[in-house]
DNA sequence: CCGTAGTAGTACTAAACAGTAATACTATAA
DNA sequence: TTATAGTATTACTGTTTAGTACTACTACGG
């Protein structure tokens, strides 16, 4: 809980005084200190700080006491934030040429490797084929689901059980945790995931390389089609 | 720029290095440090850093290449990150008893103000009564087509020139930077605005609050009305 | 073949700043 | 006298920024 407060921008101290407050409104700054374990000092910095950034309010009298805005009213405030500096920030950046066809981009780190993986599905126009375990197939549902739902041909090599309405489904007991990606026949992510920070994937848009993939794809779906006679 | 990109957990060092990337993709960690006139050990720590927060991706060879996330993925991704934490901790906070019927919350800063009143908004059930300036008003736009659009009673009172369909809109030649809100004669939100972080306003629950400055508002109704003739 | 310049990358040190931890002090209320 | 309330200050640790030093490689001219 501290690890997801500190995304909002607030120190590690400041999430756990947040917290206190939670369960313990109308409280004093002393009260803080006394329930937090921390100096008096360090308490009011907390309170001032979290009462700058929008997650905690001053009841002022003699003396202060505060309360914490709810959760969902502080981090919606600072989500919408970050939605506007997000529009500004891209409607300010010039387009970026693709490098996709020039090379191999390498991606690091399971989060890096679905984030970008589901980039690739919202950008998808016509179809998509993906071939990857059930432990993180999970990852894409809701992509997936979009993709379905404005009609791009969806063709999904995964372990049982996972049944998505629309896509076309290949059962398999896959072992390992690889992942192969191609999107519109254009781009194909592939490598290594659920290694943590340790996978590794390659990005490209080679022309050579998508179509060695896509007959490495159809060889698998080929295999399942003759092992279900 | 650089400032909206440190919301996103960018350094400054990186933002710049990531907004370099943008106009000079493909590039290695030796041009880099010489285009943002920095040592090539931060430079390369910051795009080794990029490379982890998913902003930039690293075009692997002889020598190692970068190039910068979009920033609408590298943006979207982040908020998204954001939502499922704040879907956590929300889920996982108990409910907070509301503090605005025994006193009065302070609120400081024009950023909090308008979060506080967005809220406010948001909130409302019934009735909204809201008298602030033209400058003001407009962060609100979106509340009020809301509230609207879901059929509550809607009383502006404010600058020309503003107008929203749905809304009853009082023009008022008003001086100075004061905000008046009332919602579901419950809750009242009222003190000076627009002096940016030195502003300060009144949160309350308290009924006899809310009396009197309904009655207020009510009277500064009557007597645009009676100009208007 | 050697020397020079530029490129590529890493290891290390240092200053400034931020976050955390703590003490000391003043003032007030119970 | 004790507890509460609040602020100022110091110290330590970690991060960010700035920089130096070093090794290794490539290209080019003499």
Same mark, same amino acid.
């Given at each position: 809980?501290?690890?997801?407060?500190?995304?909002?921008?607030?120190?590690?101290?400041?999430?756990?005084?947040?917290?206190?407050?939670?369960?313990?409104?109308?409280?004093?700054?002393?009260?803080?200190?006394?329930?937090?374990?921390?100096?008096?000092?360090?308490?009011?910095?907390?309170?001032?700080?979290?009462?700058?950034?929008?997650?905690?309010?001053?009841?002022?009298?003699?003396?202060?006491?505060?309360?914490?805005?709810?959760?969902?009213?502080?981090?919606?405030?600072?989500?919408?934030?970050?939605?506007?500096?997000?529009?500004?920030?891209?409607?300010?950046?010039?387009?970026?040429? &693709?490098?996709?066809? #020039?090379?191999?981009?390498?991606?690091? /780190?399971? !989060? %890096?490797?679905? *984030?970008?993986?589901?980039?690739? $599905?919202?950008?998808?126009?016509?179809?998509?084929?993906?071939?990857?375990?059930?432990?993180?197939?999970?990852?894409?549902?809701?992509?997936?689901?979009?993709?379905?739902?404005?009609?791009?041909?969806?063709?999904?090599?995964?372990?049982?059980?996972?049944?998505?309405?629309?896509?076309?489904?290949?059962?398999?007991?896959?072992?390992?945790?690889?992942?192969?990606?191609?999107?519109?026949?254009?781009?194909?992510?592939?490598?290594?995931? &659920?290694?943590?920070? #340790?996978?590794?994937?390659?990005?490209? /848009?080679? !022309? %050579?390389?998508? *179509?060695?993939?896509?007959?490495? $794809?159809?060889?698998?779906?080929?295999?399942?089609?003759?092992?279900?006679?």
């Amino acid at each position: 809980m501290l690890d997801k407060l500190t995304d909002f921008d607030l120190t590690r101290q400041e999430a756990a005084v947040y917290l206190l407050l939670y369960s313990n409104p109308d409280v004093t700054g002393y009260e803080i200190a006394k329930l937090a374990g921390i100096s008096r000092s360090n308490a009011y910095a907390a309170l001032s700080s979290l009462t700058d950034k929008g997650a905690a309010r001053l009841l002022e009298g003699m003396p202060n006491r505060y309360s914490p805005v709810p959760a969902d009213e502080f981090c919606g405030n600072r989500i919408r934030r970050m939605r506007k500096s997000m529009d500004i920030i891209v409607s300010n950046m010039p387009d970026v040429s &693709d490098p996709l066809s #020039e090379g191999y981009l390498t991606i690091q /780190g399971d !989060r %890096n490797i679905i *984030d970008t993986a589901r980039s690739m $599905l919202l950008k998808a126009e016509k179809r998509v084929y993906i071939s990857v375990s059930g432990s993180i197939i999970g990852h894409f549902t809701e992509e997936l689901c979009f993709l379905t739902e404005n009609k791009r041909k969806v063709v999904i090599i995964t372990n049982p059980p996972f049944d998505l309405s629309g896509a076309i489904i290949y059962h398999s007991n896959r072992q390992g945790n690889q992942l192969r990606l191609i999107t519109d026949s254009r781009r194909v992510l592939t490598g290594d995931i &659920d290694h943590g920070k #340790e996978s590794t994937c390659l990005l490209s /848009g080679k !022309r %050579n390389l998508v *179509d060695v993939f896509k007959e490495a $794809l159809q060889n698998e779906i080929k295999l399942i089609e003759l092992r279900e006679k």
